[in-house]
């Protein structure tokens, strides 16, 4: 059971396909993040948006674009991926992320991505 | 910016056993650091934290250490479980972010 849920739970694309991963939370909180999670590696943070607007982008090629209509919706929007894309994508959610205020993150179950 | 290290990368203990799993963070600043279970083709999830001005924290059969003055903090599972195995990832919070480590993969042998 979790408050952050994501859909699809899988995806296979091809590279000139486009798509969108959702993500939705119904904790109130007021932070979301997008997180890639590829094997052996640490989960690399993405994008980062506190009250819609987005603070942090970590250097994400452009092919991912992100959108955040309110504080409970999160979107990951992909075009022309690369088979290295392939990855578990997830969502997570907090209360807060900025300032000295700091909370733990609640993640949704994932995207497993397949790029072909 | 900050870096987080995790060893070991695998553990395998007997059931019954203790399990420790160490992480090293690099900047000062960080100031809460969350530890996460996540188990096979399943969400990462929070199992305890500990923020910077507390030096250790237990729930049940888990605890938390925090040497400030060395950049470390460590998870410690008493009496494991079966249902301990899954891969560990300890985390410190950075700036505005979380900054994860490489993950732990604990085996629990019945």
């Known amino acids: 059971e979790t408050g952050v849920t994501q859909t699809p739970r899988h995806l296979v694309m091809g590279m000139t396909n486009k798509k969108s991963l959702k993500c939705e939370q119904h904790l109130g909180h007021n932070a979301m993040y997008w997180y890639k999670q590829s094997a052996k590696k640490p989960l690399e943070l993405m994008f980062v948006?506190?009250?819609?607007?987005?603070?942090e982008n970590n250097s994400v090629p452009s092919r991912f674009s992100p959108e955040c209509p309110n504080s409970s919706h999160l979107f990951l929007h992909l075009h022309t991926l690369q088979p290295e894309d392939s990855a578990l994508y997830l969502c997570?959610?907090?209360?807060?992320?900025?300032?000295?205020?700091?909370?733990?993150?609640?993640f949704g179950n994932g995207t497993r991505l397949t790029v072909t | 910016g900050e870096n987080v290290e995790q060893h070991p990368s695998t553990l395998s203990v007997q059931e019954g056993d203790s399990a420790v799993i160490k992480c090293t963070y690099s900047d000062s600043a960080s100031n809460y650091f969350p530890w996460y279970k996540q188990e096979l083709g399943k969400r990462p999830q929070l199992i305890i934290d500990i923020r910077s001005n507390v030096g250790e924290k237990k729930d049940q059969r888990i605890a938390v250490t925090l040497n400030k003055t060395a950049k470390h903090f460590s998870l410690h599972i008493t009496e494991t479980q079966p249902e301990d195995s899954a891969v560990y990832f300890c985390a410190a919070f950075y700036g505005q972010n979380f900054v994860f480590g490489p993950g732990t993969r604990l085996s629990v042998l019945p």
């Open positions: 997570a959610s907090s209360q807060e992320s900025a300032g000295s205020y700091n909370s733990p993150l609640h």
């Open positions: 948006y506190n009250f819609k607007e987005q603070t």
